[in-house]
């Protein structure tokens, strides 16, 4: 069964001070890239003080992602904490760290430690959990078809994420992913064709 590696729920960690920066690695959960943009303006709000926020994040699929040094120079945080996200195979999710500066330069190899090590000791403080991935189908089907469509389920073990019972019936049906074509078949041959799959 395909399954992707992700954290389990938002988690915060700060590092110790670097040369009198503070460096506070925030790490969310998202699931589209339109997710991340508020959740740094959050990290703004929360480290008012912070100069810079730098992220990266990855979603699972075709190599989507997305790192910012957000004015520190040119690959030495962004980078360095999609490196950490990477390393540990996780998707489906955004790190940011926010730098409160400290007086002291750290120059380029000082940043990139302290970007990456930031970035680095938050992932392994949090919780990483393992997701099967699913796709999300969309049945709809006469009442007439529903004994048969119920036995498509249950001999999947699958049930339906939300249901309505109008003209006809309709539901969200999150299926493991390599299992859609095998569900879909089952599902046309139960219902002799009559049935809409989106």
């Known amino acids: 069964m395909a399954v992707i590696r992700t954290v389990a729920e938002p988690f915060q ?6 040369k009198g920066s503070r460096f506070i690695a925030s790490i969310y959960p998202v699931v589209q890239s339109e997710d ?3 959740l740094v303006e959050s990290c703004r709000e929360q480290f008012r003080d912070a100069g810079h926020h ?18 520190e120079p040119s ?22 760290v926010s730098r409160i500066f ?13 970007y990456g090590g930031a970035a680095s000791e938050a992932l392994d403080l949090t919780t990483i959990i393992e997701r099967t991935v699913v796709e999300t189908l969309t049945v709809r089907f006469d009442y007439g078809f ?20 109008g003209a006809e019936v309709a539901f969200e049906l ?23 799959i989106g």
């Not at 960690?13 to 670097?18: A, G, L, Q, T």
């Not at 030495?76 to 940011?96: K, M, S, Y």
Request: overall charge negative; glycine content about 12%; proline content about 6%.
């Open 36 to 38: 991340v943009p508020p």
């Open 102 to 114: 400290g007086g002291t330069k750290l120059g380029t190899g000082g940043l990139i430690r302290a």
């Open 54 to 71: 730098c992220y990266a994040w990855r979603l699972s699929g075709a190599d989507r992602m997305r790192y910012s040094d957000d004015g």
């Open 75 to 96: 690959g030495t945080a962004g980078r360095p904490i999609l490196q950490e996200i990477d390393g540990r195979n996780l998707v489906d999710l955004a790190v940011i």
């Open 13 to 18: 960690h700060e590092i110790d001070k670097i």
């Open 174 to 196: 999150a299926v493991p992913i390599e299992q859609v074509e095998d569900v879909r078949a089952a599902l046309v041959d139960a219902t002799h064709g009559s049935i809409e």
């Open 146 to 165: 529903t004994g048969p469509v119920q036995g498509v389920l249950t001999s999947f073990s699958l049930s339906p994420a939300s249901s309505d019972y």
